[in-house]
């Protein structure tokens, strides 16, 4: 096995700064073109197939959870995994996902008649095809991220999504409609498992350990168990808004969510998978461990807030000349997401906290009572349409929040205002700036020209919201920089420019 888990990266943080660097490029290409690939679908695809396709993935999660048991992410955060370790993990997460990709594919005229959809069975049963290779590359894609080869992750996501891109497009406009979708969703997920298998250069050996078996299920049930809850409300949400609203409403809210998930992941997403890693490795030194927690909490916030604000600014102009007037009720459920994204940013760092100093049980039972409260706050406002349904995601978004202010300060043995102080830091310029985004949008919304307008509108927004966060947060854009494994004359221009104090060795 090429993959040495046991060694210890030289200079951790210089490892994670290049991690988060790696993966940023690969979330800014992947997701550019993937903003590129969906301008595409929504011209030739329908919001009703965009609701079928939302909803019947919304199994396959599902599937690939169970099927799992956490034990991909046991292999992260676990000082011993030795290969009859790995082996046990992979076999039984193959057994698994064959048992219950079986199972979803005899069980699926019983979940079309529950979405009262019967175009959802078939494209159900296709999806079907990309839970094997997502179930065949846990190990090694745990194997890559353990040794913090994140630049080979980036590398592999990056060929797999552009290649389901182009899928996706060649078959939309060929006129396939809801297939388009569903091509795309396999194709990156084969792709994915054959390239993290070549690069890994591992293989599993026939021996299986009842003993590791025991002591991977007892983390790993507790890990999938927060991730199914979450799941598990999707799809309630999924069945609850297909029965009442249709599928073309679904498809509205799909669209929407994509959109705000475009830009989380373009601005944050790539913190996650690294900080879980950190968090791990700094658990027993609890000042260095509160401190990469806050620093991870500041920069997420920081990065993250300018875009949301963004989307939710120009959401009205924007959504309708991107995708097309067919679009327009994605507008709301866009713009409540944006904020609540804002609100409850926390929650990817917060997930990788607990994970790294093994404590899935707390976050399960956090997420077991959001998440029952989100999915309560959608049946009781969905009668009202997909704007109330918006509206009760900033609500729990709130909610949500505050509670985990506790749960963290009580793991760190901070208090719960130090640890609320990165999103108080972020929340003044996000208010203003939405203040200020209204007001000018009444303004260029009387420029001859559409793009123009929204061009003149998105640079006010996120030129206001930066020199806001710099005045009442610059450390947060000094920390922003400081990630970055750049020599100090790329990083010196910009903190000049800023009149932020000097980054360490600049």
């Given at each position: 096995?090429?993959?040495?888990?046991?060694?210890?990266?030289?200079?951790?943080?210089?490892?994670?700064?290049?991690?988060?660097?790696?993966?940023?490029?690969?979330?800014?290409?992947?997701?550019?073109?993937?903003?590129?690939?969906?301008?595409?679908?929504?011209?030739?695809?329908?919001?009703?197939?965009?609701?079928?396709?939302?909803?019947?993935?919304?199994?396959?999660?599902?599937?690939?959870?169970?099927?799992?048991?956490?034990?991909?992410?046991?292999?992260?955060?676990?000082?011993?995994?030795?290969?009859?370790?790995?082996?046990?993990?992979?076999?039984?997460?193959?057994?698994?996902?064959?048992?219950?990709s079986?199972?979803?594919?005899?069980?699926?005229?019983?979940?079309?008649a529950?979405?009262?959809?019967e175009?959802?069975?078939g494209?159900?049963?296709?999806?079907?095809?990309?839970?094997?290779?997502?179930?065949?590359?846990?190990?090694?894609?745990?194997?890559?991220?353990?040794?913090?080869?994140?630049?080979?992750?980036?590398?592999?996501?990056?060929?797999?999504?552009?290649?389901?891109?182009?899928?996706?497009?060649?078959?939309?406009?060929?006129?396939?409609?809801?297939?388009?979708?569903?091509?795309?969703?396999?194709?990156?997920?084969?792709?994915?498992?054959?390239?993290?298998?070549?690069?890994?250069?591992?293989?599993?050996?026939?021996?299986?350990?009842?003993?590791?078996?025991?002591?991977?299920?007892?983390?790993?049930?507790?890990?999938?168990?927060?991730d199914?809850?979450?799941?598990g409300?999707?799809?309630?949400?999924?069945?609850?808004?297909?029965?009442?609203?249709?599928?073309?409403?679904?498809?509205q809210?799909?669209?929407?969510?994509?959109?705000?998930?475009?830009?989380?992941?373009?601005?944050?997403?790539?913190?996650?998978?690294?900080?879980?890693?950190?968090?791990?490795?700094?658990?027993?030194?609890p000042?260095?461990?509160?401190?990469?927690?806050?620093?991870?909490?500041?920069?997420?916030y920081?990065?993250?807030?300018?875009?949301?604000?963004?989307?939710?600014?120009?959401?009205?102009?924007?959504?309708?000349?991107?995708?097309?007037s067919?679009?327009?009720?994605?507008?709301?459920?866009?713009?409540?997401?944006?904020?609540?994204?804002?609100?409850?940013?926390?929650?990817?760092?917060?997930?990788g906290?607990?994970?790294?100093?093994?404590?899935?049980g707390?976050?399960?039972?956090?997420?077991?009572?959001?998440?029952?409260?989100?999915?309560?706050t959608?049946?009781?406002?969905?009668?009202?349409?997909?704007?109330?349904?918006?509206?009760?995601?900033?609500v729990?978004?709130?909610?949500?929040?505050?509670?985990?202010?506790?749960?963290?300060?009580?793991?760190?043995?901070?208090?719960?205002?130090?640890?609320?102080?990165?999103?108080?830091?972020?929340?003044?310029?996000?208010?203003?700036?939405?203040?200020?985004?209204?007001?000018?949008?009444?303004?260029?919304?009387?420029?001859?020209?559409?793009?123009?307008?929204l061009?003149?509108?998105?640079?006010?927004t996120?030129?206001?919201?930066?020199?806001?966060?710099?005045?009442?947060?610059?450390?947060?854009?000094?920390?922003?920089?400081?990630?970055?494994?750049?020599?100090?004359r790329?990083?010196?221009?910009?903190?000049r420019?800023?009149?932020?104090?000097?980054?360490?060795?600049?």
């Amino acid at each position: 096995m090429s993959v040495d888990e046991k060694a210890e990266p030289v200079g951790l943080g210089r490892a994670a700064a290049s991690g988060v660097l790696w993966l940023a490029v690969q979330k800014w290409l992947v997701r550019l073109s993937a903003f590129a690939t969906l301008i595409v679908l929504t011209h030739h695809v329908s919001p009703r197939d965009f609701g079928v396709v939302a909803a019947a993935s919304t199994f396959i999660p599902i599937i690939y959870l169970l099927s799992d048991v956490g034990f991909s992410t046991y292999l992260l955060q676990s000082e011993d995994s030795d290969r009859r370790s790995l082996s046990t993990a992979f076999w039984t997460t193959v057994v698994a996902g064959a048992c219950l990709s079986g199972a979803l594919w005899v069980g699926s005229p019983l979940v079309g008649a529950a979405f009262r959809s019967e175009a959802l069975v078939g494209v159900l049963r296709v999806l079907i095809l990309s839970v094997v290779p997502t179930v065949l590359a846990g190990v090694p894609l745990a194997l890559l991220r353990r040794a913090l080869r994140f630049r080979a992750v980036a590398v592999q996501s990056l060929v797999a999504a552009i290649s389901g891109q182009v899928v996706a497009i060649g078959v939309a406009v060929s006129g396939g409609g809801v297939w388009a979708l569903v091509s795309q969703v396999v194709v990156t997920q084969w792709v994915i498992a054959v390239l993290a298998w070549w690069s890994v250069r591992w293989l599993p050996g026939l021996a299986f350990s009842p003993r590791k078996f025991r002591q991977m299920a007892a983390f790993g049930v507790r890990v999938s168990s927060v991730d199914f809850v979450g799941t598990g409300r999707l799809w309630a949400e999924s069945l609850v808004v297909t029965v009442v609203l249709g599928p073309a409403a679904m498809g509205q809210l799909n669209v929407g969510q994509r959109v705000v998930q475009v830009a989380q992941d373009l601005a944050a997403g790539s913190l996650v998978p690294v900080s879980t890693v950190v968090f791990a490795k700094v658990r027993e030194v609890p000042e260095r461990l509160a401190e990469s927690y806050l620093k991870a909490l500041g920069v997420a916030y920081g990065v993250v807030s300018p875009l949301m604000v963004l989307i939710a600014v120009t959401a009205p102009q924007s959504i309708p000349l991107v995708f097309g007037s067919q679009w327009t009720a994605s507008v709301v459920p866009a713009q409540a997401l944006s904020v609540a994204a804002v609100i409850t940013l926390g929650a990817m760092v917060d997930h990788g906290l607990f994970y790294g100093l093994g404590r899935p049980g707390t976050w399960l039972a956090y997420a077991v009572v959001i998440d029952a409260l989100t999915l309560t706050t959608t049946v009781v406002a969905v009668r009202w349409g997909l704007p109330a349904v918006a509206f009760g995601f900033l609500v729990v978004a709130t909610v949500a929040t505050v509670a985990r202010w506790v749960l963290v300060g009580r793991l760190l043995g901070m208090r719960p205002a130090r640890v609320a102080r990165p999103f108080v830091t972020a929340l003044v310029p996000t208010a203003v700036t939405l203040a200020v985004g209204a007001l000018v949008s009444t303004w260029t919304s009387r420029v001859p020209s559409v793009w123009l307008g929204l061009a003149l509108l998105g640079a006010v927004t996120v030129l206001v919201n930066v020199l806001l966060l710099r005045l009442v947060g610059g450390r947060v854009l000094r920390d922003a920089l400081g990630l970055l494994p750049v020599p100090a004359r790329v990083t010196r221009p910009v903190v000049r420019l800023l009149r932020l104090q000097p980054l360490d060795g600049s």
